[in-house]
């Protein structure tokens, strides 16, 4: 199947990211064992502040047949829908190193 449009943008915004830095993956889904993935992707983003370097695109890398995203409705209308984000971020730990 042919790219439908780039595979991913750098972030306008991003900062400069040291070389050498370890990489914490995280990937979502039905084997989340006692929400684990789920809790460090909350701590990252709330606690430790990402900035993001690179934005894929969700609609070319993601199967949306097998993972559908979740959509909440009240009653007659869509009450809450979050669209799978998929990133590069570099991020400071608590006592300041990159990751």
């Not at 983003?45 to 690179?54: A, C, K």
């Amino acid at each position: 199947m042919p790219l439908s449009g780039p595979l991913y943008e750098r972030v306008a915004s991003a900062p400069p990211v040291p070389a050498g830095l370890p990489m914490v993956v995280v990937l979502t889904g039905f084997t989340d064992a006692g929400g684990a993935v789920s809790q460090m992707i909350e701590l990252f983003r709330e606690d430790l502040s990402p900035s993001p370097v690179v934005s894929f695109s969700a609609d070319v890398l993601l199967d949306y047949r097998a993972r559908r995203p979740v959509i909440t409705f009240d009653a007659d209308h869509l009450a809450d829908y979050r669209p799978p984000r998929l990133e590069l971020s570099l991020v400071h730990d608590a006592i300041g190193q990159p990751f």
